[in-house]
């Protein structure tokens, strides 16, 4: 049985008492959805006061214009809507092959469970530290605070939520983290050392080609008879092989 108080004004909410659950309830009307149905906004408490206190609270966020009907929302859903729905549209298939990895494998594991209105920065610099401890590179922690804030951010554009913690995260101090790796060129001791290693070898030319050229190993993939012309001795590189989840 439900023990409602007497009505109020339209929009202002109710308290009432819940019997079968035995807890104080609150609920606000809202605006009809983009469907045209009519929505609710609940809130819950041990004691009549602690119900009135929460409702308060949830009439300040309904008239500050937050969208209070998604205050369940966990991290899990908000990465899985920003990295199903958002980020395809906005970010390159290899780029979004990588982002996807670390929300499915890093983010949703550690974060996933807690509701976006009670993430904090402190959850997000635990995870990098945590990450950091294990080896992680300072690149990938900084993805993952950007992938995270950047759904945040998302959340934020659409008032789900009123900040951003992921972007007020910090990352760990650049002498804990794993140094980034250091790439160079080959001098020419060394590219002859290679030459000679290779000669004889079923790669030999690839490697001719690559040492000469300098060409990246994806355009190397992609080379093609047409793209070369012996008598004017040249080699047209007008394409790079990629690797996605579809094929070649």
């Known amino acids: 049985m439900t023990v409602r108080t007497p009505r109020r004004p339209h929009g202002d909410g109710s308290v009432f008492y819940d019997e079968s659950r035995q807890r104080w309830g609150a609920v606000v009307e809202l605006d009809a959805g983009p469907d045209g149905r009519r929505r609710r906004a609940k ?18 966020q309904v008239d500050d214009g ?24 906005k970010q390159s298939p290899t780029s979004l092959r990588t982002n996807r990895s670390l929300v499915n494998r890093r983010l949703i594991p550690a974060l996933g469970s807690l509701k976006v209105s009670a ?8 995870l990098l530290n945590e990450a ?17 804030s950047s759904a945040c951010k998302w959340a934020q554009a659409r008032r789900i939520v009123t900040w951003n913690p992921a972007a007020l995260a910090e990352l760990p101090p650049a ?21 000679d290693a290779a000669t004889g070898h079923r790669l030999a030319a690839w490697v001719s080609v690559a040492v000469t050229y300098g ?18 001795g040249t080699l047209t590189v007008g394409s790079a092989l990629k690797w996605t989840p579809a094929g070649r």
């Open 43 to 60: 809130v819950s408490g041990a004691t009549k006061q602690e119900a009135a206190t929460k409702l308060r609270e949830l009439r300040k």
């Open 66 to 89: 937050h969208d209070v009907t998604q205050r369940g929302m966990t991290v899990e859903q908000l990465l899985t809507t920003g990295i199903t729905d958002v980020a395809p549209r």
């Open 119 to 126: 993430l904090r920065p402190e959850h997000v610099e635990q």
């Open 132 to 148: 950091a401890a294990s080896g992680s590179a300072r690149s990938t922690l900084s993805r993952m605070r950007w992938v995270l």
């Open 175 to 195: 002498t804990e983290t794993k140094p980034a790796r250091v790439t160079r060129a080959l001098n020419e001791a060394e590219a002859r050392q290679l030459l």
């Open 215 to 232: 060409l990246r190993p994806g355009e190397l993939a992609s080379l093609q008879w047409a793209g070369f012309d012996a008598a004017a």
